[in-house]
């Protein structure tokens, strides 16, 4: 072998997600899924230094109001002010934290601010719907926001999607990453989403349903919900043994 | 412990004015300081109609020069180059392309101490994804291919898919195509 590597490279491979806890590329009820799954079968990746490290952020990264999305314009946005917090966890129940959050969600009548986006909802001049943060060194994140509204979209006949926050976190590889929908607990267009019904296992899915929080709730302010996201983390039984 | 992870959603159409607009997105994989050989690199996104997809988003993750990693695993990361951060984002324009400016990685170790062949790890995104594709972005005629210990493990006939091409004018191609006979290779990570 004329290229060994200097030296063994020392990292621990990550957890492999069991079978029915995410969705598969192909489900037929999301119609978009129909041309752009892929139809063949995905190759086995051994993991190596490219995928267990990702990018790294910093405080530098983050404005003052970035996860505060009602101080972003002049005046305050409509609809019911909510504070979404929880923390970001990977599977060995570790905190992530110094991780990047991002969130991007539509307005209380449920119109996005994006050109595309037909809904003949009105659009609220204070209010964008993007956010962004850092996880502090326990994991945890809070947003401030307004609740969105439901919306409804072309896939089936009389098709709504349920309230929900999207989130994007970063967490410590590039395998780690993960784009999910935060949903409304009680929510009752949660039944017939095909996007939240994609994921096959019933525990798997109520973790993307956040929890009224009462503690989290501030008299004469704003409804709280606690959202925690879980990321795959290092093997464990490998990780205790090095 | 171990807790079952969240699930992926899909990013939906309207993820533009949160993740690829104003500082949330780069082209610039590495700075104009970062030592290396630079490149510039063309992405297209085509679904199974060969369709270019206008709100698919691609994210790059790549070693500097020398094939390391700015990450505290890479054990090799304090010496990394600080101008090659080594991530970049882009949202597909209408016509399914997006474009990136970076130089060429080292190599990095692979399984059994073997050195990768230079490569850029990408993850795709879009509406009608329901989580993300991992897949890889190889260099056409390097030599280094030959030896990968990854690219052995895709049957001979797809590894193509797997390499930029370098078209007249110095730029790197690297088409992503979601189904059809040239379905691009796809990873289970």
């Given at each position: ?54 990018p ?8 003052e ?9 002049q ?17 060995n ?33 204070n ?16 947003f ?50 095909p ?5 096959p ?14 503690e989290?709730t ?21 990780f205790?043994?090095? | ?5 969240t ?7 309207f993820?533009?004015?949160?993740l690829?607009q ?17 490149l ?9 109609d ?11 993750w790549?070693a ?18 600080p ?9 597909t ?13 080292g ?9 990768q ?9 879009a ?18 291919n ?32 979601l189904?059809?006979?040239?379905e ?6």
């Amino acid at each position: 072998m004329t290229h060994l590597a200097n030296r063994r490279s020392s990292f621990v491979p990550y957890q492999r997600h069991e079978s029915g806890t995410q969705p598969e590329s192909l489900y037929e009820p999301y119609r978009s899924t129909l041309r752009r799954a892929p139809s063949k079968p995905l190759i086995f990746l051994p993991h190596t230094l490219s995928e267990v490290t990702g990018p790294v952020y910093g405080h530098g990264n983050i404005a003052e109001t970035d996860n505060d999305l009602t101080a972003q314009h002049q005046g305050e946005p409509l609809g019911e002010r909510i504070i979404v917090t929880g923390k970001v966890l990977d599977s060995n129940g570790r905190p992530v934290p110094q991780t990047l959050i991002e969130v991007w969600q539509a307005n209380s009548a449920g119109r996005y601010a994006h050109l595309k986006d037909q809904h003949p909802a009105p659009l609220d001049r204070n209010f964008t719907g993007a956010g962004r943060t850092l996880t502090d060194e326990h994991g945890a994140y809070r947003f401030i926001t307004i609740k969105p509204g439901a919306y409804p979209w072309l896939n089936h006949d009389n098709a709504w999607r349920p309230a929900h926050i999207h989130f994007s976190v970063f967490g410590r590889a590039f395998i780690s990453r993960l784009v999910t929908q935060m949903y409304f607990p009680g929510d009752p267009l949660l039944a017939f989403d095909p996007v939240y019904q994609s994921v096959p296992d019933e525990k798997a899915r109520q973790r993307m349903i956040s929890k009224f929080d009462l503690e989290t709730t501030q008299p004469h302010w704003a409804l709280g919900f606690k959202f925690d996201i879980v990321l795959r983390g290092p093997d464990a039984t490998l990780f205790e043994s090095i | 412990m171990r807790m079952v992870p969240t699930p992926s959603q899909t990013v939906g159409p309207f993820f533009a004015f949160g993740l690829t607009q104003g500082k949330a997105c780069s082209p610039c994989i590495a700075g104009p300081d970062a030592k290396g050989e630079r490149l510039r690199l063309l992405c297209c996104v085509l679904d199974g109609d060969g369709v270019p997809i206008p709100d698919a988003m691609i994210e790059i993750w790549q070693a500097d020069a020398d094939g390391k990693y700015h990450h505290p695993d890479d054990p090799k990361s304090a010496s990394a180059n600080p101008a090659c951060l080594g991530f970049g984002r882009m949202g597909t324009a209408e016509d399914g392309t997006c474009r990136f400016e970076t130089i060429k990685p080292g190599r990095v170790p692979g399984p059994d101490g073997m050195l990768q062949a230079p490569h850029l790890n990408l993850a795709l995104f879009a509406r009608g994804l329901l989580k993300q594709l991992y897949t890889r972005v190889y260099f056409a005629n390097d030599p280094a291919n030959q030896e990968d210990p990854i690219l052995v493990l895709v049957p001979k006939e797809r590894r193509s898919t797997l390499i930029a091409q370098l078209e007249n004018g110095g730029r790197w191609r690297f088409e992503i195509n979601l189904q059809g006979e040239r379905e691009t290779v796809f990873f289970d990570v």
